[in-house]
DNA sequence: GGGCGGTACTG
DNA sequence: CAGTACC
DNA sequence: GCCC
């Protein structure tokens, strides 16, 4: 087994190796939870020997590990000891241990086979960016079982529900959540908090419990029988959803009695009634749950940063930092979803999908797409991207290699080009599973042909030939373009005229003002701060701000928000409450003018074209005392624009790329003003309508009009 | 072969 | 206007 | 670069 993994490992000589997380599936459908740390040896982490000693609980029973079957780098620790991910069989499966790329290669059949027991290790699949990795030829779904007629007024028939598929075949996945897709419908293949409806065939309730892990997850969103999915399409509207509900509470009766019992039935109307108003009273319990709770405390937390805190000057910093906590929790939860996810079929009810007319059902599937779905599943803004700090993604060492070509192409002019590798490294650094072949990896959506035969090469030879021409001049454009205003095309001029150091700049060019600043701070900007140093300095602002008028309110936003342990600057969102008739014009020129009289801004990079204006943006250089020199970025907005200039500067950018080509793609514009319906952009129309706006005073009503599931900040981080 | 986010400051 | 910036 |  060439693995990468492998490899990093055999570069090392002497470490031990602490085995601090050991997660596994059973081939019952149990999932094994965290256990404790250990050090092993060296020679059992390559798979040849059995581990020995340790035991894992799976909540209902003690099994003991048979064999290693996967290792993984997770971190090196500074004492040079590695923490590792280690997948084992266990007890109970024998000898059965063929070479796992074998399995791996095969392109169906396998997860059919007997061997669908070690699933963990066997399906590389379980993220959606590989959604079509494994889409078989041979993929046999029945059209006329799934879709049956349809009625016209099916249409939006799911819209702002948002569906995740639990326990069924991946191809039975995929055609189902088109269907829904078709219809308006969400669906995640990741467990979220935003997750209206889980839909299984499974129907065993321990199991299905224990699937969701222990009941955390099933707070908000209902268990339904997937049959429920088949009813809505087959008769155009969305049936009673407790007839069909599994989970939380499990009916006595089965729900295939009932599903085509014509005296369960209402009429669509009276369904549809009936249905809204659940789902409304749904939305409304779910503001009480734990998740949404922290999320919004978060909010106001960070809206607010003041009247609590001004007492005492110090900033609500620990209600920020269990948001975070939570976050890794949820981090966690998803990692177990996505497991459960990979497993084989544990239940499958239509495993005897007959050969229906296949390629007419895929030319529908074509034509709808074409003319009114979209593809949500394409858009990474639908998926929770948590940040990811605890673990080494499995195919770190071709990330690497990939993005020294997208610096090297940042560095260049050609923009698009950028873009692509861009997509694609965070295409595949959503995958789990280390990618075997370039062939594999054409199949995720994001890589082409072209960089799937980089991955292959560096596959095949650990190395990337390109990458090995390309150096001592990109190093030299890396460092110009590092400069604060210089981008890639001056740094280019520069390089071409000979200079190769930042000090050959600064003898031999005059700089504008906001390059001139970027080279003399080089260093300073380039450290990264804590998030207590950002705090520190909003809290510094803060300050001025209530100085000025005590009901302004202050948003820390950027990466800060979305709960990164370290930023590179500080964005704050000024905004204030105008019900009472005022409003917020003028403060940021007062506000400014405070900040650099007690010396805390020491430069300007960019100022507001209209001072005047309720949206002003300002860009300069601050320090605490004694500090090293920080970009600060400071907006006023007006009050009813907050929830999308939120979303505007929390970002990250990928983040706000999907989510404004999603609106677009329904004819929608988004920026940091607002929502705006039907923008005429005519060929020749000079005059462009700005299009109604359609929300903008909170995040929620930005999502929700996307048909975005709500993604708190902390999951904004693809 | 066209599209790929939307906006704003600088010089 | 091109270039660079912000998320 | 990738995707339609």
Redesign the pocket.
């Known amino acids: 087994m060439t693995n990468i993994t492998a490899q990093r490992l055999a570069r090392r000589s002497t470490f031990y190796k602490r085995l601090r997380y050991v997660e596994s599936a059973l081939s019952d459908g149990h999932v094994l939870k965290r256990s404790h740390s250990t050090v092993v040896n060296r020679h059992e982490l390559t798979g040849t020997l059995p581990v020995k000693r340790s035991r894992y609980s799976t909540g209902d029973s003690d099994l003991v590990a048979s064999q290693v079957i996967d290792v993984k780098l997770e971190e090196v620790e500074p004492d040079n000891s590695m923490i590792v991910g280690v997948n084992v069989k266990l007890e109970d499966v024998k000898e059965r241990d063929k070479p796992r790329q074998q399995q791996i290669k095969e392109p169906d059949p396998g997860y059919q086979s007997d061997e669908s027991t070690d699933t963990l290790i066997l399906d590389p699949l379980d993220h959606e960016a590989a959604e079509n990795v494994l889409d078989s030829p041979k993929d046999r779904i029945n059209p006329a079982k799934a879709e049956p007629l349809r009625s016209q007024s099916d249409v939006g028939m799911f819209h702002g529900l948002h569906f995740h598929l639990l326990g069924m075949p991946r191809r039975r996945l995929n055609l189902l959540s088109e269907r829904i897709m078709e219809r308006d419908g969400a669906v995640s293949h990741a467990y979220s908090n935003s997750v209206t409806h889980i839909l299984s065939d499974i129907h065993d309730v321990a199991k299905l419990q224990f699937m969701l892990t222990r009941g955390k997850i099933g707070l908000n969103a209902r268990v339904l029988d997937t049959k429920w999915l088949a009813d809505a399409l087959q008769h155009g509207f969305c049936p009673d959803e407790q007839i069909y509900l599994i989970y939380p509470k499990v009916t006595a009766e089965s729900p295939e009695s009932l599903k085509t019992s014509e005296n369960t039935r209402k009429s669509p109307k009276q369904l549809r009634n009936h249905f809204i108003k659940r789902r409304k009273s749904r939305y409304e319990s779910s503001s009480d749950t734990e998740k949404d709770d922290k999320y919004r405390a978060m909010e106001s937390d960070s809206i607010e940063l003041d009247a609590s805190d001004e007492e005492d000057g110090v900033p609500e910093i620990e209600s920020k930092n269990h948001t975070i906590a939570s976050s890794t929790q949820h981090d966690d939860l998803n990692k177990i979803i996505e497991q459960v996810k990979a497993q084989p079929e544990l239940i499958d009810l239509d495993a005897s999908e007959d050969d229906g007319p296949e390629q007419k059902e895929k030319d529908d599937n074509a034509e709808m797409s ?1 003319r009114r779905g979209i ?1 949500y599943e ?1 858009f990474l803004c639908m998926k929770s991207n948590p940040i990811m700090t605890d673990t080494v993604n499995p195919n770190e060492f071709i990330i690497e290699k990939l993005e020294e ?1 997208h610096e090297f ?1 940042k560095s260049t ?2 923009h ?6 861009q ?2 490294i965070s ?1 595949i650094k959503t995958l789990q599973t280390p990618l075997r072949s370039a062939d594999e990896a054409r199949r ?11 991955i292959g090469e560096i596959i095949n030879t650990g190395q990337l030939q ?1 990458l090995k021409n390309l150096d001592s001049e990109n190093e030299v454009l890396k460092l110009f ?1 590092g ?9 280019r ?1 520069w390089m071409s005229k000979g200079y190769t150091t930042l000090d050959d700049i600064r003898n031999n060019v005059t700089l ?4 001139r600043i ?1 080279l003399k701070y080089y260093d300073e900007l380039h450290n990264r701060m804590s998030r207590e140093e950002v705090e520190q300095i909003a809290q510094v602002v803060k300050n001025e701000l209530m100085k000025i008028d005590e009901k302004l309110e202050m948003t820390i ?3 800060y ?2 709960g990164l342990p370290d930023c ?2 500080v ?1 704050l969102l000024i905004t204030r409450n105008d019900e009472d008739g005022k409003n917020h014009q003028g403060v940021m020129k007062q506000l400014l003018k405070r900040l650099v009289d007690m010396g805390f801004i020491t430069n ?7 001072f005047e ?1 309720l ?3 300002y ?1 300069g250089i601050c320090a605490l005392p004694n500090g090293l020199h920080r ?1 600060i ?1 400071i907006l006023t907005v007006p009050y009813n624009e907050m929830g999308a200039c939120l979303i ?6 990928i ?7 999603l ?2 793609k329904k004819k929608l ?5 607002g929502l ?1 319906a039907e923008v005429l952009r005519g060929a020749s129309r000079a005059k462009i309508t700005e299009g109604n706006c359609i929300a903008s005073k909170t995040e929620e009503a930005i999502f929700e009009a996307l048909g975005v599931p709500c993604r708190p900040p902390h999951e904004r981080n693809p």
């Open positions: 074409r593809q394409k070509l192409y002019n050609d698009w080009r950028e873009v692509g590798y997509k694609a295409a995720i959506f994001g890589v082409g042909g072209r960089i799937a035969d980089k390109k373009s400069i604060y205003g210089v981008g890639p095309s001056l740094a001029r504008p003002e906001s390059q970027g936003g950027g990466s928000r979305r590179g600057d964005d300007h990079l960019a100022l507001p074209g209209q204006d949206r002003t943006r860009m970009h970025d505007a500067y929390t970002g990250n950018d983040f706000n790329r999907s989510l404004r080509l609106a677009s514009r988004l920026n940091q003003m705006f």
